[in-house]
């Protein structure tokens, strides 16, 4: 069986995107998993062919088995590898496309077979353009993993490899106190700049978050930097990219960094002290203004 | 020890303008160290200082990469010296061929226990550059880095993962990728910029490295505007914030947002 698709899994089965996108292109698909084998028997069953584990130490992060995963692509040389977008998938599909001398794209709307080739409507710089482009040749393809598959589904082989991995070694593991959260999966969503002057003062918007029945997300700086979330919470070209019903900018200046992750929202709303502030161009109803005034208000307009 | 950051000199997108075509016109931006990039020069010039390892800056990319004011900018952040290669085709090139590139550069300066990079680009943020090379170079790569300590072949690295931090130990050579919150970067003074002019620089002609060529050929075979929503544009009165307040949930209760 030589496969089309590749697919190469770290430590989360998160593969639900990945394998609708393969199938679509036809052929057979297969998977790489670096994770531990709870992540392979879960890829097993959603609906790939077949799967390749890579057996190494409990100690050993993914990215260590980033060889064997390229061993075994460059084994069944695919036209296509595809990985979600999280830090070890990334190393992952690297190695895959280091050694299969494979083209990248990361901004990927839409995946087509052509002939011998694909053809991809890439999204560029930001996305503030779009490209389609032709590629002939393999290509590496960073995608929205998407959901975990569901369970009920037949199960494909799993084909164990070992290989020696590469000088990396887990010594610790901390988790952090924030909660978690799939920012996809949230309705409406009210995103924080750095207008907010205080972490204290995030009492006010999670008060109005109750009210709306929103997540909470944030800028990039205010996860990275000022440090106040998590940073499954930033949205923007580099972060979550969302398209709730509504998305309320609280104290954000409208950086294209951070809009185009909310260009899909259905409405936004935008709250600034700057009435010359790029987001509200980019918004369907703003409030020029001090948000300490303006957030308890539609809170309480909201009770 | 020797240490390299792989840098990119380059715009910011947020400085470029869409024309009707959808080509993208950088003629008004202009070009810097890519923003994440001064954080990864921090991180290293940490652990060289720790260390007394010798920190060298590389940067590969088409016209503009090895002017004065770009190796300046590089070397007054604290780089020993650099190794640039500058080459017109480089300027439309993929990941994979500027990760290829960096790698031979990489071979060529020999010895290198250690590559550090930015989190992303400003401009194409792909996030990839770093892992490609650590597949070209057959090393392992860590993306999201945020502290290293230690030295070659027993380094102490931090990352984030998803809901918290892990604590690797590094016995090889390795590709980092910083976070973007790994370090707080200085601000080069006028004795750094003074200095950066007397560091050695070296300028490598890319045809005398032996770059494998790639399997894939990319064509533009057409270009679009991203399809945006139009947006109402609609200023609320906020004279008196809780009529603006009760406003703003009428109308957004009259769209279905509520």
Known sequence: ?303 | MRIVVAYKWTCDPQEATVRPDATVDWSRAKPGLSAYDPVAIEVARHLAEDTGAELIGVTVGGKGVATPLARKAALGRGLDRLVIVEDGSLAEAGRSELAAVLAEVIRHIGDVDLVVTGDSSVDVAAKMVPTVLAGELGWPAVAEVTSVTGQAGALRVERAIPGGTQILEVSGPAVLAASADAAAPRVPGMKDLLGAGKKPVELLELAALKVPTQNAVVTVIGRALPERKARKGQLVDTAHPDEAAAELVSALRQVGAL
Not at chain 1, 58 to 72: C, G, H, M, T, Y
Not at chain 1, 138 to 159: M, Q, R
Not at chain 1, 187 to 202: P, Q, T, W
Not at chain 1, 274 to 298: T, W
């Open chain 1, 1 to 303: 069986m030589s496969v089309n698709a590749w697919i190469v899994v770290g430590d989360q089965p998160t593969v639900g995107n990945l394998v609708t996108v393969a199938r679509s292109l036809g052929g057979p698909v297969g998977a790489v998993v670096a994770g531990p084998r709870s992540v392979a028997e879960t890829v097993a069953r959603s609906g790939v062919d077949k799967v390749v584990w890579c057996n190494a130490p409990d100690d050993v992060p993914a990215e260590a088995n980033a060889s064997a995963v390229a061993d075994a692509v460059a084994a069944d040389p695919p036209r296509v590898v595809l990985a979600g977008r999280n830090p070890g998938e990334r190393v992952l599909l690297g190695a895959a496309a280091a050694r299969l001398k494979a083209a990248v794209l990361t901004g990927a709307r839409s995946v087509k077979s052509d002939g011998d080739g694909v053809v991809v409507v890439n999204a560029v710089f930001g996305d503030i353009a779009e490209e389609t482009v032709a590629v002939s040749g393999p290509v590496a393809l960073l995608l929205d993993g998407g959901s975990v598959p569901t369970a009920d589904g037949t199960s494909a082989p799993i084909e164990e490899v070992s290989a020696p991995p590469l000088g990396l070694k887990v010594i610790e593991t901390r988790t952090h106190g924030f909660d978690e959260v799939d920012l996809n999966a949230a309705h409406r969503v009210i995103g924080i700049g750095r207008g907010l002057k205080a972490k204290e003062d995030l009492v006010l918007i999670e008060e109005l978050a109750r009210a709306v029945g929103a997540e909470i997300a944030c800028t990039r700086p205010v996860a990275e930097g000022l440090n106040w979330m998590s940073k499954d919470r930033y949205i923007g070209s580099s972060g979550a990219r969302i398209s709730p019903q509504l998305y309320i900018a609280i104290g954000i200046a409208g950086e294209l960094q951070h809009m185009v992750g909310v260009t899909g929202a259905e409405t936004i709303v935008a709250i600034n002290t700057d009435p010359n502030a790029a987001v509200f161009k980019q918004s369907d109803y703003g409030l020029v203004g001090d948000l300490y005034q303006l957030v308890p208000a539609v809170t309480a307009a909201l009770k």
